[in-house]
């Protein structure tokens, strides 16, 4: 399973910006799909994600970001808007995914987006 994320870039702030994130391969079926980041010298944390049909983002995005999902093309995506130097960080895009020929699901990680937000 490959994961391509784009999008990521620098944006003042106040301004916006959306990530894809495709996810190819042996797939049979998605369970969760979403954004985690992380800043420098801190832990990743989870942005957003899509798991079962249910949505859960961090208190911190609550109103400011929006994920959504593409099911037909197994993509996901984060609308970003009101950015603030606070969301400069690495953003990682992660599948948890049913394969053919396994009988357990198996988590993926993408390389990783950066945003940088200037003040």
């Known amino acids: 399973v490959q994961l391509q994320a784009s999008g990521g870039g620098l944006v003042q702030a106040g301004g916006s910006l959306r990530l894809s994130c495709v996810a190819s391969?042996?797939?049979?079926?998605?369970?969760?799909i979403g954004w985690y980041r992380q800043a420098p010298g801190k832990e990743r944390e989870l942005v957003a994600r899509?798991?079962?049909?249910?949505?859960t983002s961090a208190n911190s995005v609550m109103g400011r970001f929006t994920i959504s999902r593409d099911n037909a093309e197994n993509t996901v995506y984060l609308q970003m808007t009101s950015l603030n130097p606070e969301d400069t960080a690495v953003y990682y895009c992660?599948?948890?995914?049913?394969?053919?020929?396994?009988?357990?699901?198996?988590?993926?990680w993408g390389r990783g987006t950066q945003v940088t937000v200037s003040s």
């Open positions: 391969g042996n797939i049979r079926s998605i369970d969760a």
């Open positions: 899509i798991s079962n049909g249910e949505t």
């Open positions: 992660n599948v948890v995914v049913w394969t053919y020929g396994r009988t357990w699901p198996m988590t993926f």
